[in-house]
């Protein structure tokens, strides 16, 4: 676009509400480019998070309220009272449109009221491979929801390597555009800020132990796409010391960091009316862009891979390339699945006997279930965990496929899709 403006899943989500809800807000980690998004449909516009702003607003709250709809609240958090203010503004006049929040935090439990009925919250999270401008989607998450089975067709140019790119350039798009050296200087940065600041104020006490805490999200991004136990984050974290952070710290450290939306782990699937039980309920481990977790553990992309003098690029270390990949891909599905009124979560078996990556489920609970494959082709051993789901649900399973590192997008005769990932779309 001609500002720079890259369109968002999101943007559709917004100018479908916001024309019929009183008060909409659109919340994510900073930097996933919420305010860029949120400016470009209000016409006021309450900055929170500048000092003399902040000041301002801290004597005289009713102000946030005052302008010509639709009025944006950018970093609504920095005043609490913003969002009861809000919700009594919605109570007093529901017109539709009035209002826009845009938050980095989650207001702790307790400290506003839920705004339920009057405000609608809406998550934004990093650019998804289709908002990247790699090509054009050909494949539509919200089709395969159908239960149609849709035909699948395209292909795509995106190899091994170019995903291995993506994931360590981020899906921040103020930053995707700067040099290798400068990109690295920003998510330094940014993680930075979380530890010295924004978990300080998020807490409400200084972080006494910083290497402490950036050592454990370096485990945690270790840990990215398991279920790994957070004692065992923690053991990781602190290999060969005695004197390990409390347990009730690291617990606050956690929440907090979620709070914040750094963390955005993948809840587990538990089916409401199913026969199937024994199923895990552990979440998988997520930062908010897999480019976090690269940048904490101190690889490139050209660390990910081994260029072999002959034959194609392979992963040099396949778990992490392959945690990482998943990452990104769940940041995707998770983008397109709110776009269409469905939730995702991942299934593991208590003995991990059985588990599918993503499970994406309908408002009537049927489900398309993902298998996530940092592969160019697909074996039939691949497909095991997904024909088991099918044969446990039935009808149920609305449809299965494969996302995968190769180039075109087909369904196998058993009627499987294979799709490549920067052919997904919403």
């Known amino acids: 676009m001609p500002d720079g403006y890259l369109p968002r899943v999101v943007d559709v989500e917004l100018d479908e509400l916001l024309p019929a809800l009183p008060a909409l807000a659109l919340e994510g980690a900073k930097g996933v480019g919420k305010t860029a998004t949120a400016r470009r449909r209000a016409r006021t516009v309450h900055v929170l998070d500048t000092p003399g702003a902040l000041e301002l607003y801290e004597a005289d709250p009713r102000r946030l309220v005052v302008g010509e709809p639709p009025v944006l609240l950018d970093e609504w958090q920095r005043v609490p009272a913003s969002w009861d203010l809000v919700r009594r503004a919605v109570d007093d006049d529901p017109s539709p449109g009035r209002f826009i929040l845009t938050g980095s935090a989650r207001a702790a439990a307790g400290a506003t009221h839920s705004g339920a009925g009057r405000i609608v919250r809406l998550r934004m999270r990093p650019l998804t491979l289709a908002e990247r401008g790699l090509g054009e989607p ?136 199913s026969h199937l039980r024994r199923l895990g309920a552990a979440p998988r481990h997520h930062l908010a862009d897999p480019a976090l977790a690269a940048r904490l553990l101190g690889v490139e992309a050209d660390a990910l891979l081994e260029a072999h003098t002959r034959g194609p690029l392979t992963p040099r270390d396949g778990t992490l390339l392959g945690q990482l990949f998943e990452s990104l891909l769940a940041l995707d599905v998770r983008v397109y699945a709110q776009a269409a009124e469905a939730r995702v ?41 997904l024909r088991w789901l099918e044969d446990q649900l039935g009808e149920a399973v609305l449809d299965a496929i494969v996302v995968t590192t190769g180039t075109d997008a087909y369904r196998r005769p058993d009627g499987i899709g294979v799709v490549p990932a920067a052919l997904l779309g919403p």
């Open 345 to 385: 979560g991942h299934l593991r078996t208590h003995g991990g006997e059985h588990e599918v990556d993503l499970v994406v489920e309908r408002g009537d609970h049927r489900v398309l279930a993902i298998e996530v494959k940092l592969a160019h082709t697909v074996r039939d051993d691949d497909l095991r965990h």
């Open 138 to 273: 050909t494949v539509s998450l919200r089709d395969l929801l159908s239960g149609r089975r849709p035909s699948l067709e395209g292909t795509t140019p995106v190899d091994l390597e170019g995903y291995a790119e993506e994931i360590c350039r981020s899906g921040f798009p103020g930053i995707r555009s700067l040099s290798d050296r400068a990109l690295r200087a920003q998510l330094d940065g940014y993680l930075e800020r979380v530890i010295d600041r924004d978990l300080e104020e998020e807490v409400g006490r200084p972080v006494r132990a910083a290497r402490a805490l950036r050592r454990w999200m370096t485990a945690y991004g270790a840990a990215t796409a398991t279920t790994a136990a957070y004692d065992v984050i923690r053991d990781a974290a602190t290999p060969g010391e005695s004197d390990k952070p409390a347990k009730a710290t690291a617990l606050a450290y956690r929440e907090a960091l979620e709070r914040l939306w750094v963390l955005d782990p993948l809840p587990a699937w538990l089916p409401t009316s």
